[in-house]
Structure formats: structure tokens, C-alpha cells
């Protein structure tokens, strides 16, 4: 995989889908084992990948619910930290690639996520609602420093003028 990999980074996405629902066969039927690829590097690959929003979503859409459930199972297991690639592939999906495959995978199937009567896909949308909350947390957070950050690069003083020493 590893020697491939970069090759992935500009695949159309009509092939990163049909690459997805590849990883989502091999995955789900428990055949990475017969396979010469671990489906967690091919996963790491195709969401670390650049793509077109329009065409991503365009090319989505054509995926069941039940895949599109399954992608966000594993777009969940991957901003959890749950979801390791091997040491061949070198780098994992940021969080706002995947926050980005998140957004264009419900967007694609918003109307059938929403009439799902399926308890096992409104407990998904709540897992992936209360685990982006805690990610967004987390970068606000970070936002709140940063200004703190700026201020030491340029070597600013950051108490009133009456304190500093």
C-alpha cells in the first residue's frame, strides 16, 4: 500500500466511492484476511484523499443507506480514534477531512437519514452528533488560547501595563 498510496491522493471520486464500497465489502464480510490489504489503510487512503465537494456528493449519492450507514459507522470509528491504519500508510485522515466526509455523506442521503424510522440509525446520528460536539469543543478551546499564542510570537505583553514587570 505504501508505494501506492500517493497514487490515491488524485483518484476521481466516482473511484473513491467504488473504492469505499470495496473496503466496506471486504470489511463487512470479514475477507481482509483472504485479502492482500488490511481495509482500514484503504479507508485512511480514500478519506485522506483530495476531492471536488460537488462531485464527491454527486457520486454518493448513488450509495444504499444501508452503505451510507456503514461509511459513517466507519467515518465515526475514525474520528474516535478507534481506527488505526498499519505502519504502510503513512498518515490518517485529519479531523475536518473527516468532518468533511460527515457533511457530504448526510447531505447526499439527508432525506432518507431523516424519515429512517431505524433506531440503530437515529443511534448513530446521536453518536456522531455527541462525538463532533466534543471534537468542535475541543477546537474552540483551542481557539480561546490561540490568541494567546499570537500575542507571544510577536512578544507581546499580555497584563495591562500597571503589572508588568
Not at 456503514?70 to 503513512?90: D, H, R, Y
Not at 468532518?99 to 429512517?116: D, K, P
Not at 440509525?121 to 471534537?135: H, I, N, P, R, V
Request: proline share 2%.
Amino acid at each position: 500500500m505504501e508505494n501506492g498510496s500517493g497514487c490515491l491522493k488524485f483518484i476521481p471520486e466516482s473511484e473513491l466511492v467504488k473504492l469505499l464500497l470495496l473496503a466496506i465489502r471486504y470489511k463487512s464480510r470479514g475477507k481482509e484476511k483472504m485479502a492482500k490489504f488490511d481495509s482500514s489503510d484503504l479507508l485512511s487512503i480514500i478519506f485522506s484523499a483530495s476531492f471536488s465537494d460537488i462531485f464527491l456528493m454527486k457520486c454518493l449519492k448513488k450509495l444504499n443507506l444501508e452503505e451510507t450507514l456503514i461509511t459513517l459507522e466507519l467515518l465515526l470509528s475514525f474520528l474516535k480514534g478507534v481506527t488505526q491504519a498499519s505502519k504502510c500508510v503513512s498518515d490518517l485522515p485529519s479531523d475536518i477531512q473527516i468532518f468533511n466526509w460527515i457533511c457530504l455523506v448526510i447531505q447526499s442521503h439527508m432525506e432518507a437519514l431523516l424519515f429512517s424510522k431505524d433506531k440503530k440509525t437515529a443511534k448513530l446520528l446521536k453518536e456522531l452528533d455527541t462525538c463532533l460536539s466534543e471534537k468542535m469543543e475541543e477546537y474552540e478551546d483551542f481557539e480561546k488560547i490561540q490568541h494567546y499564542f499570537c500575542i507571544l510570537k510577536k512578544k507581546q505583553n499580555i497584563l495591562p501595563t500597571k503589572f508588568a514587570t
